[in-house]
């Protein structure tokens, strides 16, 4: 299959992208990792904005890190306080503003859903770089990548989200996206206060007829599982400091929590971690959260051609 599909789209949930066309953008990261020189020219004279109302790290740095190997450029904002919106400015005008600026919008924001108002403002593509506690895309298409090149095949697979499964947009994506491949079977670790929204649970098991185990124990099912996804507890989506005091300590993997896990299980994280996996975990070979955000930039680069529309060499 080619991406001629993907050309003007936006990407605001995982699942505005077919199984077809994920399985494309995952074949063409894999190849503009293997060989990044091949696509250094495809956006030359494109122009990537960044509309980024939260802070970030990763995404918005691995975005521009893809357009700039692309050969394209980079415009936009890293805090909305050095954006016209410390004035009043509403994100609708914003967006219909920054549409004349570039070919492609890249937004973050603290709000669910305000990556979908923009796309409703815009005529160029809109990318959800995180929005709240709902979805996170790109990071699903950084955690399959990942998956793709360490793991192969991503089918049969016992797999653990352990941490903030409540406001954890990053769960939320790939959940939904992993219930999608055939096979799978989810464990999710978390204190009662911090379960999967009860919406998500509700989709997942009458959509996709999937059986969830929740256990606040990772101790049920570290020895079964093929994937660990760690995540952080987040202190900027709670609502008082008492409540996220009580729970900021729920899991710390350890190597020595590691010890009954399977040799080839593989630990991935979205990053950035907090005390949540120990600097120890990173020796174990079965740590990949480091080339887990360096996939965020092959598969970025792969998205970012493909809805820009851009020709491939
Ligand atoms: N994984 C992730 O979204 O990281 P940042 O918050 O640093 O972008």
């Known amino acids: 299959m080619n991406l001629e599909s993907l050309k003007g789209r936006h990407l605001i949930d995982p699942e505005d992208f077919t199984m077809e066309e994920l399985q494309a953008l995952l074949d063409l990261g894999l190849k503009m990792e293997a060989r990044p020189e091949d696509y250094a020219d495809c956006c030359k004279g494109k122009i990537m904005g960044t509309l980024f109302y939260e802070p970030s790290t990763r995404t ?24 016209s919106a410390a004035k009043g400015e509403s994100l609708a005008d914003t967006v219909r503003v920054m549409d004349d600026y570039a ?55 016992q797999v653990a989200f352990c941490g903030d499964l409540l406001f954890g947009r990053t769960v939320h994506s790939l959940l939904k996206t992993l219930c999608r491949f055939p096979g799978m079977t989810f464990y999710l670790v978390s204190p009662t206060e911090l379960r999967i929204p009860g919406h998500l649970r509700d989709e997942l098991q009458h959509r996709y007829h999937i059986t969830l185990h929740e256990t606040p124990h990772l101790d049920d099912c570290i020895e079964k ?48 971690r907090v005390n949540e996996i120990q600097y ?30 851009v020709k491939l060499a």
């Open 60 to 83: 918005r740095l691995s975005f521009e890190s893809a357009m700039l190997r692309l050969g394209g450029q980079v415009l936009g904002f890293s805090d909305a306080a050095v954006s």
């Open 225 to 272: 599982i093929d994937l660990l996804y760690m995540t952080r507890i987040q202190k900027e989506r709670f609502f008082n400091e008492e409540e996220y005091v009580k729970l900021k300590d729920s899991f710390i993997l350890t190597r020595d929590k590691l010890k009954t896990a399977k040799e080839d299980l593989m630990v991935l994280h979205p990053l950035p």
């Open 103 to 157: 070919h492609t919008l890249v937004m973050r924001h603290p709000r669910e859903g305000a990556p979908k108002l923009a796309s409703q403002y815009a005529t160029v593509p809109v990318i959800n770089a995180g929005d709240g506690g709902h979805q996170h895309p790109t990071q699903t298409l950084t955690d399959l990548l990942t998956l793709q090149k360490y793991r192969g095949a991503i089918e049969n697979l």
């Open 280 to 309: 120890e975990v990173d020796e174990d070979p079965r740590a990949r959260y480091f080339e887990q955000a360096t996939m965020g930039v092959y598969i970025r680069m792969a998205l970012l051609s493909a809805v820009m529309g």
